[in-house]
């Protein structure tokens, strides 16, 4: 059951990333500001770090674990060691979390604005994205990645 929801959220992330991929080109657009400039960091990765979070600390965006990966000639993005320093470049292509992104939900329902997924709503309302299967499982919702705007969701507490 565990692996089949696996599944189910990497087949999703893949191909909200394609369309997304379509319309702004080679990272998905979040309505966030690019920079120009570039900058090299290093990043020192810490026990219980992923790609996603290393991206999300750094530029503010977990899409961008992919040019991390890229950029430190990783083949395996779900193999990384604690200990293990990695050069991230900030800025260039790369989204830059908006501000208007953190607010966050504290109701006990929400209404599902356009835009939103029940990843992001999840990251919003627990702060952890993995919650969006509690969000989908207390819906009911038989297809957890079609909402719509005007859905009122009820958010288990």
């Not at 050069?87 to 356009?114: M, P, R």
Request: net charge neutral; glycine share 10%; aromatic share 8%.
């Amino acid at each position: 059951m565990v692996l089949g929801a696996v599944v189910i959220v990497v087949v999703g992330v893949l191909i909200a990333n394609y369309f997304k991929d379509k319309k702004a080109g080679s990272l998905p657009q979040n309505n966030g500001n690019k920079t120009e400039a570039t900058i090299n960091q290093t990043y020192l990765v810490a026990k219980g770090d992923n790609l996603w979070k290393i991206a999300e600390k750094t530029t503010g965006s977990g899409y961008n674990w992919v040019e991390i990966a890229k950029e430190n000639n990783i083949e395996n993005p779900s193999i990384i060691n604690e200990g293990q320093e990695l050069t991230i470049k900030v800025g260039g292509n790369l989204v830059v979390k908006e501000e208007t992104q953190d607010i966050s939900i504290s109701g006990a329902t929400y209404e599902v604005q356009k835009g939103d997924t029940l990843w992001s709503i999840a990251i919003r309302a627990y702060g952890d994205g993995y919650k969006w299967s509690e969000i989908a499982r207390e819906n009911k919702l038989v297809h957890p990645n079609i909402i719509h705007s005007g859905n009122i969701l009820i958010l288990p507490r």
